[in-house]
């Protein structure tokens, strides 16, 4: 009799270590505990009204067939004429609209990598990124950062950490968990060390419209041979649609097609309509009033958690996520991050999601509560970590 077992793939995939985290946080919820989630890197808002009007009327009218792989046409054309409205020309023709970020993720490596193959990003990052090059036999070159360059690869590094099986190069801004970003500049330098190494560059903009000071250009700005990879998760607040998009050179686009028919057809129909909905003045006008509800909040956060004494140099520029160095009260964060939510009833994530480059010392603190919320926080904390 045979026996169905996991391969030695499936079991190398890496868990988010935090949903334990999250899962004791639900118990003690259930058994009557105020809990404040500083853990989860989903925005509290609700889906946008002029969304859900959209969507409830491409439902009645019927309005939810297979689209084409890559897209519904109008979504494609209105995806382009926000970038337009950013200075930066993209043919509709190479965008290509998928379930979420992490469908365009699983397409580009799909296309790029071959078994053995390496994908050089920097170490923290999301999870997520190494474990798709994992399953697709791909190896992830971590390179460690630090706050010298903002917890962001450089052209330099690049250049002395590439190897001869390095593909491509995955660059992430603003980034997660550090909420930092690369400079233009610096990612012109990157693009081109890429390009001369005979690379290709990916950049993950899923925050992109969550930044906070100065303005920032998308990476398509530098070349057409830069892949870009953006999510309606984030700023446009439409975590559960699961609606995603990704830019890529012409000559890609046969081989994107082609796999994304294979994978999963197309992305959900009525996420379809969601997203198109969602880049439409009215929504936007209401995505900046929270994008700048997120500034308030890391306004408030990033100091209140110096003050207690977390380490935190470099002031992150987007996202919502803050990333600190908890070495002063702790020398493992999973083990501070679980007394921390059974004393103070305060969830956050520790290191260990994030990477090897010393998990054990930092702590992701998520700025997608209310403001009130961060502030019961913050009191917690501050009474939980004065010694008595």
């Known amino acids: ?41 989903e925005p509290d808002f609700p889906t946008p009204e002029p969304v859900i ?14 689209t084409p792989a890559t897209g519904l046409v109008a979504l494609r054309e209105a995806i382009s004429a926000w970038y337009a409205d950013q200075g930066v020309e993209v043919e509709a023709g190479r965008i290509v609209v998928t379930p979420g970020a992490s ?8 296309v790029l990598l071959d078994p053995g193959q390496a994908v050089m990003m920097a170490d923290p990052g999301y999870p997520c990124n190494r474990n798709f090059v994992r399953f697709l036999e791909g190896q992830s070159q971590l390179v460690e950062v630090d706050s010298t360059t903002g917890y962001q690869l450089t052209a330099e590094l690049i250049d002395r950490h590439w190897q001869a099986n390095t593909t491509a190069v995955l660059v992430a ?14 990612l012109q330098a990157i693009y081109q060390m890429v390009k001369q190494r005979g690379g290709c560059l990916i950049v993950d903009e899923i925050y992109h419209g969550l930044i906070y000071d100065g303005a920032s250009r998308s990476a398509l700005a530098i070349a057409e041979d830069v892949i870009v990879i953006n999510s309606f998760s984030k700023y446009f607040g439409l975590t559960g649609w699961r609606a995603g998009w990704l830019v890529v050179p012409a000559s890609l686009l046969p081989d994107i097609d082609r796999l994304a028919q294979n994978l999963f057809l197309a992305a959900p129909t009525p ?25 308030r909040r890391r306004d408030y956060l990033l100091p209140s958690l ?40 305060v969830a956050i994530t ?38 008595p």
């Open 271 to 295: 996420a379809q309509h969601a997203a198109l909905a969602a880049l439409q003045p009215e929504t936007l006008a209401i995505l900046e009033q929270r994008r700048e509800e997120f500034h």
């Open 350 to 387: 520790p290191g260990l999601d994030f990477g090897h480059n010393r998990p054990e010392k930092h702590l992701r603190f998520a700025y997608t509560t209310s403001m009130e919320q961060l502030e019961e926080g913050v009191a917690r904390l501050a009474a939980a970590l004065v010694p």
């Open 103 to 110: 469908g365009a993720l699983l397409l580009v490596l799909g």
């Open 53 to 66: 009007r959209a969507v409830t009327r491409a439902i009645a009218e019927g309005d939810v067939h297979y």
């Open 306 to 345: 110096r003050e207690l004494g977390f380490d935190i140099p470099v002031t992150p520029q987007g996202a919502f996520y803050l990333y600190a160095n908890c070495e002063r009260f702790c020398d493992d964060s999973f083990d501070f991050a679980r007394r921390l939510l059974e004393e103070a009833g």
């Open 173 to 186: 801004s603003p980034s997660n968990p550090t909420g930092t970003l690369i400079g233009e500049a610096e």
């Open 1 to 41: 009799m045979t026996r169905c077992s996991a391969t030695e793939r499936a079991r190398a995939i890496q868990p988010f270590h935090v949903m334990a985290l999250l899962a004791r946080a639900r118990e003690l919820e259930a058994a009557g505990r105020s809990i404040v989630h500083m853990e989860i890197g």
